[in-house]
């Protein structure tokens, strides 16, 4: 018998969620989580002990920014077909509500996100005990499953941490077999009461079960809401590549012969459907013609970015939707038919190969978004985006933050080759402006090669605490561009604008006077200025060697 069962228990715990495919631990620092630090210190030391697992530990100090980094870690690893929670460890109090934004983005965007909350034992709770509040249930309708687990008891045989384990990665991974999984993947927390002793015992590493909560037999996968859809003939589709489209969009366009208008994370846009100049078409006269004869609109993926994509699927005589990610129940109303994934009668068409006729309708909207592109000039957003499009190579992999990059990447991308599309991760989930830091250094921790990421000035201030990498810990090959352009000027595109001036700059610009170069070198990050799209080519010539920050300065 230990004489301390809570690290007991928080190394079962940690064994347990390491034999059930947890890889990533992201730990912030506190006391009542002791238990869970000491077995992860262990776990993720480059030399672990004797029967303990090897787990990738990071650690930050501020849980806002360490839940987005879990995030960005689960979505590179998401890209990558590898489904598996990253799991997160806080302490209990107001750490735990730092997590929210992230938990709601990861809800959305279908991320599986293990929150580990350390919280006080039973006797110490509604009793005004220090940094002790209601947080067994906090995150409500986000999470897909929330486990309170009372606290380890001296003489209590082990068992139970596995099963919580288990049970808590398969809700978290979306298992569609039980009636409790909702089949898509999303976050999960994990309550953990901890009473003292809360430090190290030195303990042994016990064996843990793989245990399997779904009955045997085969797996139902609902795959389409209703009867198989097949597509209505019409020469006159379009084909909108939303977040997570994935390739088969461009496949359903080009079988056939319809414009492909696809935004940069629907990892569609390629091909000879495709239409990359579709953002000022469709804000051009010519281009809101062209939509009025649309008889049918395929969304395939989460488009979140024109409006003159919400106004097409707004007035679509036909809608077919699939793939709208994890919310796909909350897909327009007015879609004829809503399917989980693209039906693979989709991407095939019936009858003759596609003649002159059939491609009359594509070349009439290839040529007229050729007309209408909007010319660039040599400095501004567009020229950073284009640069750095320019500069980036097969297989790189880029973040894009909320705002006017990732709406300027939008505009200027051009279409590549089916087999050679760059890689853009944004979270579109809910589009924040936060946590777009640590989403980067997460997806770089993670991938084989040096990550860009591509954000505002707003954007980078909100989490720019993220920068905090303490010298312990993995530094990950990260440059971040910052459009600096004194604040936050999406809005004066926005109706906002008509207001007297200096009441849209106080209230939606928020201006910010921030030195981004004393920044970085108070948190001993890399930082060089560039002025224009030369410099910045420069500046992006090498890969980078560690974090650093390129500041594209747009004002003034
Ligand atoms: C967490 C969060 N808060 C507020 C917003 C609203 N918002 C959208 S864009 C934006 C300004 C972004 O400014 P910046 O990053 O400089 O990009 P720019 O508009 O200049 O391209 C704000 C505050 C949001 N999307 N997310
Ligand atoms: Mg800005």
Redesign the pocket.
Known sequence: MSANPSAEFARELVAALAAHGVEDFVLCPGSRSGPLAHALAEAGSSNPPLGAPRVNLHVRIDERSAAFLALGIARARALDGDVKPVAIVTTSGTAVGNLF?AVMEAHHSGLPLLLLTADRPSELRGVGANQTTDQVGIFGTFVRWSAEVPAPMPGESPGRASKVAARAVQSAVGDSRRDDMTGSPGPVQVDLEFRDPLGSDGGVWPDVPYIDFSPSGTIPIVTEAGAPAPLPPTTHGVVIAGDGAGDVARRVAEAHGWPLLAEPTSGARSGVACVPGYVDLLGSAAGRKLAERVHLVVVIGRPTLSRGISALIAHAPTLMVARHGARWREAPQHAERVMRDVPRSWTERDGDALDAGDLAWLNEWKSAAKSAHVPMPAWG?RAVAQTLIAGSGEGDVTVL?????IRAVDRIAPAWKADNVPTFIANRGL????GTISTALGVALVSRKPVLAL??????L?DVGGLLVGPLETQPKLRIVV?N?G?????SGLEHASAPAEYVERVFT?PHGADIASICAGYGVAHTAVRSAEALAAALAQPPVGLEVVEAVLQG
């Open positions: 934004p957003r933050g909320s705002s006017g990059s589009s924040g402006i936060d954000m505002g000035d707003v954007t980078f909100h459009m352009d604040g936050g000027t999406i809005f928020t």
